[in-house]
Structures are given as structure tokens and as C-alpha cells.
């Protein structure tokens, strides 16, 4: 698509969403209620959602991929590339799923079409844009994990895309310049692609290393805890799988995966103390997290034109019951700390057996 083309869309985009529906409080068919009647399609979404597509409300294998759709969606965003007068991409409009025939053949997008295919017949069903499930999907997600956050969604996204361009997801097996770079065009300080790697703590692997698809980057890949910002920056010494593929670094902990670039930002100048600060701090961790979402949500989208429906987003349920400490059978002599502002907290270990991460 043109440069030209991408304007006629913008205008019609403004044309059929002139009036959005800011009425009053609105009650839904079962009697929730929202802040706007265009909301309440929503609560049917996430009543089928909830026990079809994540088993009942769980925080497992289907969270942590509908989470990562989110991101694959939305960072086809390139401002850079407009301003060589090249299609830049529409960020969170849902082109990963409508055109997933061409971007999950994007090597950054291996492994994302069987999320993909599991969700579209959802949008379909509820007649919502790919672009609206997608973001979605990925909040109520989140919200089904312990210490969970609930990110803002907006609804109203159109229903057209056209592909985003090859290279604009970042990968496992870039520097941190590179990484950087990207996300700054993309609109992202260092520290919030930090942020944005909050997800990680409830994330596994599935192509990295394909012989052990399933393998999380901590040792509590159903909680939205801190131990992910913990175990990253211990010394690695193990390969989980078959050996060390292109993108993983050593890990930590038998059973766990370390993605080279989680190992390149928890000890970057730029960007280890944002890493290191979760680790006392879990309220900021939420709120942040929400903060950086909501942004990348509607990324390369027009917000003036999407309606607020952020209470339809479950309250997370589930509370922590422990703040973050060292695995079993580890010491702070084992944490390769990189923050020079601010000391690594005064961990203690899990008691009992060296921690060992079960496979999901
Ligand atoms: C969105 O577009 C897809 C084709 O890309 C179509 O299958 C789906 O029915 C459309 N949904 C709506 C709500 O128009
Ligand atoms: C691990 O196995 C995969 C799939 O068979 C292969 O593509 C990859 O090269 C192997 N990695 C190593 C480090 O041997």
C-alpha cells in the first residue's frame, strides 16, 4: 500500500467512526454494566473467551501465546519507514491475523500462527475487528494470572489492514543496540521496553529450541511475579534442550529458558536498573506494565477514534503469596547484578532440594 492509499483509508476510517457512542452507563444483556453501550459485545467476548479459549480462567499456555500475539500485532508500527515514504505499518490493526498467511512467515513470527488460528474463529463469532480481539485477548489473559495487572482496552480498531513489513519484530538474537533502535522508532524509551518484558514473567519458549517447546523464562511462568527480573540475572551454566540455539543464552535453573536478549538488557547499563527495580517494587511492576500495554495497544491507531472499554477487563482475582527470593540451592555470589545506581536486594533462597522448573 501506498503512502497515498494509507491517507483515502485514514479519511474513511474518520468517516464511519465519526459519532462514537459516549452515551451514559450503559446495562448489558445479564445486567453488567459499562461505560459505553458499544462495550457490552465485550462482555460476551470474555464470558466465551474465558471458558473456551483459556480453559476456564486459567494463566496457562493460551495466556502466555495470546500475550505475545499482542506485541507481534502491534510493533509493525515504523515511523521511520513513513518518513521514507514507505508503508510503515498500522501497528495494533490486526494484520497478523488477517494476513497471517504473510507475516507469521516472518521469521520473528514463528510459531505465532497457532494462536492465530485458535482465536480468529472467536472475532469471527462475536463479529469483532482482528485488531480489537487480539489486544483483548491479551488483558483478559493477564488477568487471569496471580498478581496479575489489568491493562486498559480499547475498542473501535477497524476491521482493514494491510500487512506490516518484514523486520520490524524484534528478535531473540539481537544486541541491545539493535533492540533499542527498533523500539525507539516504535516510540519506546529504554526503560519501557523493559516494561514491555514484564510479559516474560509469565512466557515460555516454543522455537527458540524447538525440541522443548513449552519451557519458561522463570520458574513461575503462571505468576505475575518478579522472579523472572530475579533469575535473569543469575549466572548461566545449563542448556534445557539440544544446545544453545541461535537467540538463547545459558540458563540459570535446570528446566528454564534464557533468551539471549533478556540476558543482554538484565545487564545493560541502560536499561538494569528499570530490570533490577521490579524485583522489591510489584505494585510499580503492575503498573507499569498496564502503563506500557495500553500504549502499545493502540499503537499506530488513531485513540481519539477507539471507545474506553476498560472495564469490561476482569479485576485480577488471584493475590501473590510470596515476594521474590533466590531458587533453592543459590546465593547473591550467583547474581551477576549490572545496576550501579541501586544495590541488588538482599534476596534469601528457597529452602530445601536445588529448584529444578517442571515442564508445562
Ligand atoms: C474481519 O475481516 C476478516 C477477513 O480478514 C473476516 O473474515 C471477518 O469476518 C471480518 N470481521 C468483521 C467484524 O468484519
Ligand atoms: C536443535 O534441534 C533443532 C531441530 O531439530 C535444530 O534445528 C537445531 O539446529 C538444533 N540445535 C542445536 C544447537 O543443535
Redesign the pocket.
Known sequence: MSFKALFTFATLAVASLAAPSHTKRATCAGGRTTAHASCCVWFDVLDDIQENLFDGGECGEEVHESLRLTFHDAIGFSPKLFLQGKFGGLGADGSIMAHSEIETAFPANLGVDEIIEVQRPFAIKHKVSFGDFIQFAGAVGVSNCAGGARIPFHAGRLNVSSPSPDLLVPEPSDSVDTILARMGDAGFSPNEVVDLLISHTVAAQDNV???IPGTPFDSTPNSFDAQFFVETLLKGSIAP?????RGQSLSPIPGEFRLTSDFLLARDARTACEWQSFITDHASMVSKFEKVMDKMSTLGQIRALLTDCSDVIPVPKVALTKTPTLPAGRSLADIESACRATPFPALTADPGPVTTVPPV
Open positions: 529450541d524447538p525440541t534442550g539440544n544446545g544453545t540455539n
